[in-house]
């Protein structure tokens, strides 16, 4: 037992198999989720021109406190036609251009309004005027390759000009369930069968991981069914199998892969839940033979897959991104096994406090519910103790 691979080891030799996919152009409206495979720059400065923060007054500061002629306005995508002189003001939008001679905004609430005229209390140069460029140059990097695109990112490319970025291909990733008792859900039960739920869990956990899903017919514990629908699979960038990767006589899918010269990298890990996990490469395809049991398959994915997909997406250091916690209660060690288990987190002073869910067996999907991280308890004798610092994933 003591000669499975760690969970570290394990990971390297994912890693050590998975090279980036190549490139595409993705729409901006397309590109949440994704990661960038270039630099993207802004193409025009940002703001623009030197724009109003408030709705109020252009004025010259040096003018200021006064009472200055009104002369005409500025609004939002109609800026004021000529530049403004001693002793004016012009009423001014929030985003509209400041026009030449300008230098300060005063706002609208510190100024009386006098028929053509206004009163304006006292304004430093530079009141209220955001600065063109004061948010990006021109040339500059907004988001740098490697990097995944969330809302904040999608937003300051779209703002930038950018129509449109490079990305790395989205992996497209096959999700095969095998198992004689699996129906899908809506279906009606027959004795001894239980609902399908790994694919959806993989499909859910895919789209989070920028991938694309690609969902295989289910097949039963047959070996021409398993390898017929394997052999699809493998023409994608990825294939996730659940179920079918232990001991028992219906479990298929090793055999499968061999006869379809899939290489297996390694079968079985030091860590539970998951140990069954099996690793295969045929050509580019990457194959992961997950446990059936569906925390197995969360945690393994976790472990395993997600950092294989940020491989071949160029993601920078790819890999789980293990947070520090400590533990609510204390926990026992397994011996011989990294253990990981579900947990409620909650922000106590000055640290994460991780509560293990009670029912930590690995069919207990529903139990999962309530899990927001996973908590890393490494293979030792006896207990930690309450309170004891560990690393956690956020699911
Ligand atoms: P296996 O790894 O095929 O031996 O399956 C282990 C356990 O997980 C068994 O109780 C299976 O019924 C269950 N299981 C396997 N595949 C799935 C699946 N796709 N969805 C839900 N449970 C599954
Ligand atoms: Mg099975």
């Known amino acids: 037992m003591s000669e ?38 802004a193409t025009v400065d940002l703001p623009p021109f030197a724009s109003s923060a408030m709705d109020g007054f252009a004025v010259r500061a040096a003018d200021t406190p006064g009472r200055l002629r009104v002369v005409g306005q500025s609004s939002a995508g109609r800026p004021f036609e000529g530049s403004l002189q001693s002793g004016e003001a012009i009423v001014i939008s929030t985003g509209a251009v400041v026009p030449a001679g300008a230098d300060a905004v005063v706002p609208v609430e510190s100024t009386t309004a006098e028929d053509d005229r206004v009163v304006v209390g006292a304004a430093e140069p530079g009141l209220h005027v955001r600065c063109r460029g004061g948010d990006v140059r021109a040339g500059e990097p907004v988001a740098l390759a490697g990097s995944r695109l969330g809302p904040s990112q999608v937003g300051a490319l779209a703002a930038s000009g950018l129509a449109a970025v490079i ?3 989205a992996p497209r990733v096959g999700v095969l369930a095998t198992g004689s008792e699996l129906r899908a859900p ?12 790994n694919t959806y869990t993989l499909a859910a956990q895919l789209a989070s991981a920028g991938a694309v899903a690609v969902r295989l017919a289910t097949v039963a514990d047959d070996e021409g069914a398993t390898r017929a629908a394997i052999e699809q699979g493998l023409e994608l960038d990825m294939l996730i199998t659940a179920g079918g990767v232990s001991v028992g006589p219906h479990d298929l899918v090793r055999g499968a892969l061999a006869a379809l010269s899939a290489r297996e990298v390694f079968w079985r890990v030091a860590v539970k839940p998951g140990k069954p996990v099996a690793f295969a490469v045929r050509r580019g395809t990457l194959v992961f033979g997950l446990p059936g049991n569906p925390v197995s398959s969360l945690v393994a994915f976790e472990l395993f897959v997600r950092p294989a997909l940020e491989a071949l997406q160029g993601v920078h250091e790819p890999g789980p991104r293990w947070l520090p916690g400590v533990l609510s209660e204390a926990v026992n060690r397994n011996g011989v096994r990294d253990e990981l ?9 000055d640290a994460v406090v991780l509560e293990p869910l009670v029912g930590q067996e690995s069919h207990m999907i529903v139990r999962s519910v309530a899990a927001d991280a996973l908590v890393l308890v490494p293979r030792g004798d006896g207990a930690l103790a309450a309170g004891a610092p560990v690393s956690y994933l956020r699911l």
Not at 186 to 197: A, D, K, N, V
């Open 4 to 41: 499975l691979p760690s969970i570290d080891e394990a990971l390297a030799l994912v890693l050590a198999h998975a090279q980036p996919l190549g490139t595409e152009e993705v729409a901006i409206d397309e590109a949440a989720g994704r990661v960038l495979a270039a630099d993207a720059a």
């Open 186 to 197: 809506g279906e009606p039960l027959e004795p001894g069968q239980i609902y399908e739920s």
């Open 341 to 349: 288990l579900r947990a409620q987190s909650t922000v106590e002073r």
């Open 167 to 169: 990305c790395s291909r």
